[in-house]
């Protein structure tokens, strides 16, 4: 008898027997499109990749590699515009063989070292006549020897062609969508995939200042005409730029029909098991295997940040001003004033609101924001054997689990950021080297009002 309820019990069972191989054969290939140069690597020590979707607008990924002198000159020759090729095949321990039926995944990217001193590294004696170091193969025992550990970092191409790219333009008569669009034909995206924002309004002369890049554009957005609401998310991968409110935990409000599930059951359960996850239908399942680390920000948000924004518009101030009567009384028409009031905040004392004054302030999604970033819980927790770079950018997320009483609970929220490290596992036929990837997920979850504070769940 499982120690979790029967609902959970149920929802595990329907992915760890169809679970995906989720263990990789690793092939990399490294190639220079000017030069027709290419080279397999085939001593790969680690991959590891960080999808911050809230910290930053692209993935980093760094792979470390062993070469030979001779590979790691052949490299440096071709080190501009050098490209990588890595393929990973999905892996059957059970029969020790790669799944055909399966797709690998394949990360086409550019790729990124540092020079490396190699007098540091090895003696002169032993690297030998410098002319045969730019040979194939290693040309003496001493060279075949020699084994440096080599970082490579890997680079998307869409976003290696972006970052340095600069936009400004003034645009007649569209809203904050149009604008979106039109900043990411300019930047060159092939796809695009946006929630739809929740302003709508439509501006007449809708100006861009020079100098904005892919990193300045997007919160320049939401800073001064506001997208969203519940705060302004941005990614690029795949080909693909997502736009979405990082913060709402609506499953509606999405960029994809999918959905991440995440089970989260005893630690150490199905120690066993090849894979953790599985499609069904379009959603992505995750069993998590390993504690879950929650921080519900509600109190700490209200007591530093307030529950209550207010602000003045002064869009109405200059067209209305201020009003003094003959009495001395002063008026303000009320449409000045903006008051927003967070209806789901908890204070340190009961029955108080913690009053913030934001000045001067015509975009209300600024406030919004602000506030909803702390109206929720931040939580984090492991996923065994994952996919690499399975979850997209802002996806919404299902969290299932039992609570304290052992009755089954599920909260809604929206990914803040994944991270997958590789490891290396023994290879049944000795000769291959095999990958698995332990992630960790970070999400954004709406409040739950049996934890406050700090807590571990089970």
């Keep these: 008898m499982l120690n979790m309820s029967k609902r959970l019990e149920a929802e595990v069972s329907q992915v760890l027997p169809y679970a995906e191989n989720t263990i990789y ?9 000017n030069t027709e140069f290419a080279l397999q690597i085939t001593n790969i020590y680690s991959l590891d990749i960080e999808q911050h979707f809230l910290e930053s607008y692209m993935g980093k990924y760094k792979l470390e590699v062993g070469v030979n002198i001779n590979q790691y000159n052949q490299l440096l020759e071709n080190i501009q515009d050098l490209e990588c090729t890595l393929v990973l095949y999905p892996y059957s321990l059970l029969f020790q063989s790669v799944v055909t039926e399966d797709e690998p995944l394949i990360f086409n990217m550019r790729a990124i070292f540092d020079k490396v001193d190699l007098s540091t590294v090895v003696s002169a004696k032993t690297i030998g006549d410098h002319d045969t170091l730019g040979a194939k193969e290693p040309t003496t025992v001493n060279q075949a020897s020699v084994h440096i550990k080599l970082p490579v970092y890997l680079v998307e191409p869409e976003v290696y062609n972006t970052r340095h790219m600069q936009i400004n333009g003034i645009l007649h008569n569209v809203t904050v969508s149009d604008a979106i669009h039109w900043a990411a034909y300019q930047f060159g995206f092939e796809e695009i995939n946006v929630v739809p924002p929740d302003n709508t309004d439509t501006y007449g002369n809708f100006v861009i200042p020079p100098m904005q890049d892919i990193a300045s554009f997007f919160p320049f957005l939401q800073k001064t005409f506001g997208v969203y609401s519940k705060g302004l998310g941005y990614f690029i991968t795949n080909k693909t730029l997502y736009v979405y409110p990082q913060f709402d935990t609506n499953l509606e409000h999405t960029h994809s029909g999918s959905i991440i599930h995440l089970l989260n059951i005893p630690r150490g359960t199905f120690p066993s098991s090849e894979g953790y ?21 509600s109190t700490k948000g209200v007591e530093n940040e307030g529950n209550v924004h207010v602000s003045l518009n ?7 001003g201020v009003v003094v009567k003959p009495d001395g009384t002063v008026y303000r028409d009320e449409s000045n004033i903006t008051i927003l009031q967070n209806v789901n905040s908890r204070s ?3 029955n108080s609101q913690v009053l913030k004054y934001s000045g001067e302030r015509s975009n209300i999604y600024n406030s919004t924001a602000e506030m909803s970033a702390y109206n929720g819980t931040y939580m984090n927790t492991g996923w065994v054997r994952a996919k690499p770079c399975s979850i997209l950018p802002g996806q919404s997320v299902v969290y299932h689990y039992d609570d304290t009483n052992d009755e089954f609970a599920v909260l809604t929220g929206r990914v803040l950021a994944v991270t997958y490290g590789s490891q290396i596992l023994p290879s049944p036929k000795g000769s291959e080297i095999l990958l698995t990837f332990m992630s960790v997920i970070y999400m954004f979850l709406e409040l739950n009002p049996k934890y406050d504070g700090s807590e571990e769940l089970p």
């Design 25 to 33: 054969a690793p092939k990399l290939f490294f190639h220079n499109p």
């Design 348 to 350: 340190a004392n009961s």
């Design 277 to 297: 996850s599985r499609y069904i239908d379009e959603d992505l399942w995750i069993v998590s295997t390993t504690d879950a680390h929650a921080n519900n920000t």
């Design 314 to 320: 002064p869009d109405n101030n200059r067209d209305e």
